[in-house]
């Protein structure tokens, strides 16, 4: 059964950093393409971040040049480097792995960008 565990969310302030983690269990990892999204409240779940097996990358704009995405194969774990966090940046970040139709979510972890 396919389960995908995010951590590392919490509170910073404007400035900060902070790494999230997924870690995946019972699928073939390596396989998978792997992204970050997030929901602020009152809006709709957006792209924020994807690799692909290949280990290929890609950002919503509102990223670039703050945040990196990378991936441990050994580990089964994607990785969310997030940098000069910005108060828009609060949001629940998921976790997504996709191969073809095959699509697993997890259950989130908050981010909040605070003074």
């Known amino acids: 059964q396919a389960q995908l565990v995010e951590s590392g969310g919490g509170l910073v302030q404007p400035g900060g950093s902070l790494r999230l983690s997924c870690v995946a269990s019972?699928?073939?990892?390596?396989?998978?393409?792997m992204g970050w999204y997030r929901q602020a409240p009152g809006k709709e779940r957006e792209l924020v971040a994807t690799v692909t097996s290949g280990e290929t990358t890609n950002y919503a704009d509102s990223v670039k040049g703050r945040f990196t995405i990378s991936r441990d194969n050994a580990k089964n774990t994607v990785y969310l480097q997030m940098t000069s966090l910005k108060s828009e940046d609060t949001a629940v970040y998921y976790c997504?792995?996709?191969?073809?139709?095959?699509?697993?979510w997890g259950k989130g972890t908050l981010v909040t960008v605070s003074s």
């Open positions: 997504n792995a996709k191969v073809l139709a095959i699509d697993y």
């Open positions: 019972g699928i073939a990892f390596s396989m998978y393409a």
